[in-house]
Nanobody
Framework: VQLQASGGGLVQPRGSLRLSCAVS????????IGWFRQTPGNQRELVAR???????TYADSVKGRFTISRDNVRRTVALQMHSLKPEDTAIYYC?????????WGQGTQVTVSS
C-alpha cells in the first residue's frame, strides 16, 4: 500500500490550500482515509477522516474551515483548507485505517505565515 500526498506549501493567513492523496496497491473499499498533522515536539493529531460509509469527522480546531472529500473510484482523498491560521502550520500526513492496520503517506509541509 502506498499513499502519495501532494499540495502543501506556504500560504498567508486567511488563505486557502488543497491537499491531495492517492492510494495505490490497495483494492479494498471498506477503509477509512484521512489526514493527520504534526508539529515539532508534539504527537500527530487527527485533522479529518472520512469512512467508507461516507461519514466524516473533524478536529474541533478545523471544523467549518476544512473539508475532506474522497473519490472511491480514483482512490484519492482531498483536504480543502480555508481561512488558514498560523497554528495550522504542520506536516500533514495522509493516513489509511484498514482492519486495524495503519498506513501512512510521506507527509507534506503546510506553512501559514505572512
Amino acid at each position: 500500500v502506498q499513499l502519495q500526498a501532494s499540495g502543501g506549501g506556504l500560504v498567508q493567513p486567511r488563505g486557502s490550500l488543497r491537499l491531495s492523496c492517492a492510494v495505490s496497491g490497495f483494492t479494498a473499499d471498506d477503509y477509512a482515509i484521512g489526514w493527520f498533522r504534526q508539529t515539532p515536539g508534539n504527537q500527530r493529531e487527527l485533522v479529518a477522516r472520512t469512512y467508507s460509509n461516507g461519514s466524516t469527522t473533524y478536529a474541533d480546531s478545523v471544523k467549518g474551515r476544512f473539508t475532506i472529500s474522497r473519490d472511491n473510484v480514483r482512490r484519492t482523498v482531498a483536504l480543502q483548507m480555508h481561512s488558514l491560521k498560523p497554528e495550522d502550520t504542520a506536516i500533514y500526513y495522509c493516513h489509511v485505517l484498514f482492519r486495524s492496520r495503519n498506513y501512512w503517506g510521506q507527509g507534506t509541509q503546510v506553512t501559514v505565515s505572512s
